[in-house]
């Protein structure tokens, strides 16, 4: 038995949710901080293989997606959705110390903290500013994959239902 309609359905349903998380990436405000170098935007996929009997649907991301979406609770506090979180013995500073990871996102938006005399602070010292800050306050989650894909699956089971029911019509129909 062929899967068309079905196959047809999870198609849409994947299309609609990466589409829908690549809207949510490049909208402002909380969302528009996530695609700075668009990276994240560009990894955005899925992978569905139908077989005779079954299929299976995988979304795929960047690795670090699932932080910026789920949240990451820090030392001092924070909201998260996931299980992730910053202990006292996390080394961010030390990461950023070795790839300047932050130092670059900060040159790239142009954030420059102030020091206490109302001075900028370069992007390097703005970069360990902004590690001490997000370990110790984690990262807000964004959910701007898990909403489009919420929002789908409520209404995927009766299509997915409907399509596989002419799946079924069609297969008898050819059988008979």
Do not use: C
């Amino acid at each position: 038995m062929t899967l068309k309609e079905t196959n047809k359905a999870l198609n849409n349903f994947a299309k609609y949710v990466i589409q829908q998380s690549r809207t949510n990436l490049t909208k402002g405000g909380k969302y528009g901080t996530y695609n700075a170098t668009g990276k994240l935007y560009e990894s955005l996929g899925y992978d569905l293989k139908t077989h005779p009997n079954s299929f299976s649907l995988a979304f795929f991301m960047e690795n670090y997606g699932e932080f910026k979406d789920r949240g990451v609770r820090g030392v001092k506090g924070g909201k998260s959705y996931s299980n992730f979180s910053y202990k006292t013995s996390s080394n961010l500073i030390g990461l950023e110390y070795n790839t300047g990871v932050f130092s670059k996102w900060a040159k790239l938006r142009k954030k420059q903290f102030r020091d206490k005399k109302g001075r900028f602070l370069s992007y390097e010292q703005s970069g360990y500013a902004l590690a001490n800050i997000i370990k110790n306050y984690g990262i807000k989650p964004s959910l701007f994959f898990t909403k489009p894909f919420e929002k789908a699956f409520d209404r995927l089971p009766d299509e997915l239902i409907e399509r596989f029911a002419l799946d079924l019509e069609q297969f008898l129909d050819t059988t008979t």
